[in-house]
DNA sequence: ATATTTTTTTAGTCTTACCTAAAAATTTAT
DNA sequence: ATAAATTTTTAGGTAAGACTAAAAAAATAT
């Protein structure tokens, strides 16, 4: 069955909200990630329901089926892809990619995705270091944990980011804090769980623990 | 101001029947390449007007403003930026590019339009031979002509075809019509008008009036 | 010049995806 | 356990972009 715009983006938010919970996930946490009204999403979850793309039942929140995971993997597969592809083969920088990445991935083509992967020579993780889906909708769990998780004097290697807003990415990317930096923790405040590290073996920086948590690493 | 996938795509229908006239483009026309019907194209023309992307007066037909026909000719290009792409990055034969071209044409980006041009090393020819318009607008006239218009005996080059449906290009690929091919007009029969061809000196084959006439040469 | 045919427009609906305001259900606090 | 607060749903509307049927204008034929 075909999907509008409007109905994939559903699908892609409830997919996010449910990666972290094993309940329903609730209308105002969609409409929240949607920037639509709590009424509005409460009518598309009764049409996604018709659809047999989710199970939704009154005042119980929502949770994707096979089919509605399936849709939802192959966006993910979509966008990840294409955002490899600006930054591989456009030069575009990490923190520039989302918005644009946001339109391609509703481009309809199964040859043109499997073409995009070749051409890409099947990369398994995006420009923020997150896993790319397999083409049967499969995909590697987030193998990286958060940086504000490790003891003081640990030694890591930055794999990925939580988080892929603008702002967010140019704060890391102005720090030096690239894919692959290698980061020491020389000391962690107790007061407000900020980090002292050292990037590239450069001067100490200090980084907040909303910072820390959003940037993930390999012990 | 922001344009709709829909009025887009009116745009260009509009743009592409004004290539041959100077007179307005009738609101049948228009309905047939839309896929539409004539008073759905009734309604679309006067929200256009009111935009101040097209001239249009009841039963005269309707002509595009230079803010339309800018905003036509920066959907043209990158239509035809994104079949360089699918054709020389991807793989993709010539007949295979126009309906994810059709697709790719709408996302909105300067940016990506810009690196991708880079990327692609500033083509000014599509894979039909099309001319690509420029950054600020221009186009390119067609230099090439039908060839149906040669006479008897002339050599010349294929450049490039004046139609992009699939089972056209299809059927200049089995013939071994490709871009470049050297074509040596050997006869034109005067009862209907088909012609027999040499391509790249290989056996002699024949050809329609209606398929020469697609096919743009230089000669 | 008038009648017929074709083209175009108007009027009235439909669907999708959104909205606001009000009602109902659920959760939280006392 | 009940009251208050919050969340969610329902009801009723709007705009975009399509549709059909009927009316009006323009083009063609006699």
């Known amino acids: ?7 994939e983006n559903y699908l892609k938010i409830i997919y996010r909200l449910s990666e972290n919970t094993e309940l329903g996930v609730s209308t105002n946490a969609v409409a929240e990630l949607a920037q639509t009204k709590a009424a509005s999403v ?3 979850l009764q049409k996604l329901a018709e659809k047999g793309w989710v199970i939704y039942q009154k005042y119980q929140g929502v949770r994707l089926t096979p ?12 966008h990840r892809l294409w955002e490899v592809f600006l930054v591989e083969k456009l030069g575009y ?5 989302h918005e644009i990445a946001e ?11 499997q073409k995009l992967d070749e051409f890409l020579d099947f990369p398994d993780r995006d420009p923020h270091g997150d ?15 958060p940086l504000s998780e490790l003891k ?3 030694d890591c290697v930055l794999m990925g980011v939580a988080k892929d807003s603008a702002v967010f990415l140019q704060l890391l990317t102005k720090l030096d804090l690239n894919l692959g930096a290698k980061i020491t923790i020389l000391e962690i405040n107790s007061f407000d769980r900020s980090l002292q590290i050292q990037v590239n073996s450069a001067s100490p920086i200090f980084v907040s623990h909303e910072v820390a948590k959003n940037i993930l690493v390999k012990a």
């Open 1 to 7: 069955m075909a999907t509008s715009l409007a109905e």
């Open 42 to 44: 409460t009518d598309m």
């Open 67 to 78: 089919s509605g995971q399936k849709i939802a993997l192959s966006i993910i597969r979509k």
């Open 93 to 97: 920088n990490w923190d520039e990619v």
């Open 103 to 113: 339109q391609l991935e509703h481009i309809e083509s199964e040859s043109l995705i």
């Open 131 to 145: 896993p790319i889906p397999t083409r049967d909708g499969k995909m590697a769990d987030q193998i990286y944990q």
């Open 152 to 154: 003081e004097k640990m």
